[in-house]
């Protein structure tokens, strides 16, 4: 599935950039060969390597890897990621595209380990939203996995979670439980939105599956989870940073969400230096026929 969602995304993405053609790499003809490199310019967890070879086979059938890292390993500035043989031209179309998706990517991936790293030595499960780039929700899903974290549901089919607009609608959350436990089965979990002590305390009643905690204070989360006393799973959501993030792992919930792990990223840089042209053998063909 995620081979499928990531093939179509390069092919829009190749369109996007290409067009109708690369007017800067007109210079070479299209059987110059030559080698490119990738190397990485910061320290990181590297993600997404399957997907940068996808892009340029697209754009290269012939072109050959020299991979020197796998996903979730660590690089420093400096570190050789990959190695890429093929037609120079070919190799340049793909260049930005290829790295577009690496530098997001290991951004998720990164920016999930330094979270994961915070907590340390708490039974804590640092997880992902629905606060995706439009399109990219399996692959950013996936660099959480890879930095160390775990996914949310992965939209609004797998799981139930009532939040405030839906309990307006409906006229309160006891009315919302009773008309999802008859519209969904006995495997879906259910998820209540809580701001207040008060909200938690008919959550319990109503016998929700996970109670989150949205933008509650330390002392309320704190009060929060010695309520629910284990009858349901404690997210707590909204604020979380790496400097707070101890203090609410202190407090016993099971679940940190954290929507900037996939919407605000700072990417995790890279760039590819092409090596000197090699000369195909039709062209030594030709220049051996000019002797």
Known sequence: MLDLLASELIDIALKEDIGTGDLSSLILSDDTLGEARIFAKAQGVVCGLSVVQAVFARVEPQVRFDVRVQDGDTVAPGDLVIGIEGRLARILQAERTALNFLQHLSGVATATARVVQAVEGYNLKVI??????????????????IGGGQNHRFGLYDAVILKDNHLAAVGGLAEA???VRREVGPMVKIEVECETLQQVREAVECQADVIMLDNMSIPDMREAVKHIAGRAVVEASGGINESNIRDIAATGVDVVSLGRLTHSVKALDFSMVIDEAKPSIQQIIDQAKKR
């Open 177 to 179: 439980m009773k008309r």
């Open 128 to 145: 992902d939203t629905r606060k995706t780039l439009p399109g990219m929700r399996a692959l950013q899903k996936y660099a959480v996995r």
